[in-house]
């Protein structure tokens, strides 16, 4: 016997389908027995036919036509203990569906196995200011079943990656190599340091006479005949001159690599050859005035003097011409120096002492009056016109070297001031101690001394330019290699 609603299989005296539930009494009433053939002959004969015939103008109700439904198996359920009498009256329910308001049914959505695969997201890493945006896996609306349902918006919310932070990039700071170029400073100096060289080991003045002449009481004391170099004008003032053409050629080469000190050096050095070259040939002047002297004395010996200025002489003009030169042509680095400036209050004494130093050899000693540093005077043994004039110019370029050295508070004015300071500090060390027959100090002697020597307050000054200008230095370097 079969259930009229689901066709399961039940028992003739089963009052309920045990697949769906519904009630068997009506079949069981309508059904005939197995007692009964013709019954059951009549319904297979009506169940044979494919339909049953309904007559024109029956006014009985008509019968819905029959469709042929799948049966659904009767699930086996295993009981755990065969002799288990209960488990044959066990229902086995038929799989349910959701259906929608008008009885369609609704298909299944998938599960979330089910669900299309989606593509892994990628991370695209990438520098920070860059625009290149992250890549992830939100637009499948295509193959999404999601996003054809009616009423659902589906968002996704991707966390942006973490940014680094950005640092400024700052260059960093490569030294070039110094490249050689041939430079005025280069030319002028090297000119000027072989012109100084030459006029310092050759003959400044000569004089002779035509006749063999005897030294008497009136005979001048500087007065005698043969030639004159640098080294019997002064001891001390070759060194000095070499000095300072060590520090004009040193300087000049340092130029043509680009140090602007170096420049400075050149210009203080010519400043320093200038101030020698003068210094120099006012000391010429002293035999030449003595040869002077010794003509207008009446005597009964006939003779002739012949006062000669030589190369030496004319070498020592044109050093210290080309020393000037040197320092104008320095100036060109003097004005391009940009860099962070020296300690102001070491270039401030250090432009102090310098001033010092240049009026130091202007104190009069003894009965003589400050005038008597220009004032030329007839008394014998006074110094002569030319060599007051250039004692001045030289202490005038040492004061100069050194204002215009220590206050531009620059690289290039501690060159000038270094070049043009170190020649006279030997003058006054070498004079100091006597080193030679007759040294000469800067500015040659202070008006009224009775002896060859160096004032206190030239002392002083120049061991004060000393000490500062290697404190300048040195804080000069410390400076550069801090990179400022």
């Not at 755990?80 to 299944?108: C, K, L, R, Y």
């Not at 007759?438 to 307050?457: D, E, K, L, R, T």
Request: net charge negative; glycine share 10%.
């Amino acid at each position: 016997m079969q259930c009229h609603e689901c066709g399961n299989s039940v028992a003739p005296d089963d009052r309920f389908c045990t697949a769906c539930g519904a009630s068997l009494a009506d079949q069981q009433a309508a059904e005939p027995t197995d007692d009964d053939p013709a019954a059951v002959d009549a319904v297979d004969a009506s169940a044979s036919t494919d339909a049953p015939s309904v007559e024109a103008g029956d006014d009985s109700d008509e019968l819905a036509p029959t469709e042929q439904v799948d049966t659904v198996p009767i699930a086996v359920v295993e009981t755990a203990e065969p002799d288990d009498v209960w488990g044959d009256d066990d229902p086995v329910w038929a799989a349910t569906g959701s259906v929608d308001t008008i009885g369609q049914p609704i298909a299944d959505t998938p599960s979330t196995d089910q669900l299309p695969a989606t593509e892994p997201i990628t991370e695209v890493w990438t520098r920070p200011g860059s625009a290149t945006p992250i890549v992830t896996a939100e637009e499948v609306a295509g193959d999404d079943p999601w996003t054809n349902e009616p009423g659902i918006t589906r968002t996704t919310a991707m966390t942006t990656a973490p940014g680094t932070a950005q640092m400024p990039v700052l260059p960093t700071p490569i030294r070039e190599k110094a490249r050689f170029r041939f430079t005025a400073v280069l030319a002028f100096s090297v000119v000027g340091g072989i012109v100084t060289l030459l006029s310092l080991f050759a003959t400044i003045v000569s004089v002779t006479s035509n006749e063999r002449l005897v030294r008497t009481p009136e005979t001048p004391a500087a007065f005698r005949t043969g030639d004159w170099i640098s080294t019997d004008l002064a001891d001390n003032m070759p060194i000095a001159g070499l000095i300072a053409v060590c520090l004009l050629v040193a300087g000049g080469v340092a130029s043509a690599f680009g140090w602007r000190g170096g420049s400075g050096l050149a210009g203080g050095a010519g400043l320093a050859i200038a101030g020698i070259a003068a210094l120099t040939v006012g000391l010429a002047q002293i035999p030449i005035d003595a040869a002077y002297e010794m003509a207008a004395i009446p005597s009964e010996q006939q003779f002739t003097l012949t006062i000669t200025r030589d190369l030496g002489y004319w070498l020592l003009v044109a050093a210290g011409a080309i020393g000037v030169v040197v320092f104008f042509a320095s100036l060109n680095d003097a004005f391009g120096d940009h860099r962070s400036g020296l300690n102001p209050w070491i270039a401030a004494v250090g432009a102090l002492s310098g001033l010092v130093m240049a009026g130091g050899p202007l104190i009069p000693e003894g009965l003589a009056s400050f005038s008597d540093n220009w004032y030329v005077s007839d008394a014998p043994g006074s110094p002569p016109a030319m060599l007051l004039t250039t004692r001045l110019v030289q202490l005038g370029l040492l004061a100069l070297a050194a204002l215009i050295g220590f206050l531009s508070v620059r690289r290039w004015g501690l060159g000038v001031a270094v070049g043009g300071g170190m020649p006279s500090i030997w003058l006054t060390v070498s004079t100091l101690f006597e080193l030679g027959e007759n040294p000469a100090g800067p500015g040659y002697n202070n008006p009224g001394a009775s002896s060859m020597g160096v004032h206190g307050v030239t002392i002083i000054g120049a061991s004060a330019l000393l000490a500062f200008a290697l404190l300048a230095v040195v804080a000069a370097y410390d400076q550069a290699s801090r990179g400022y």
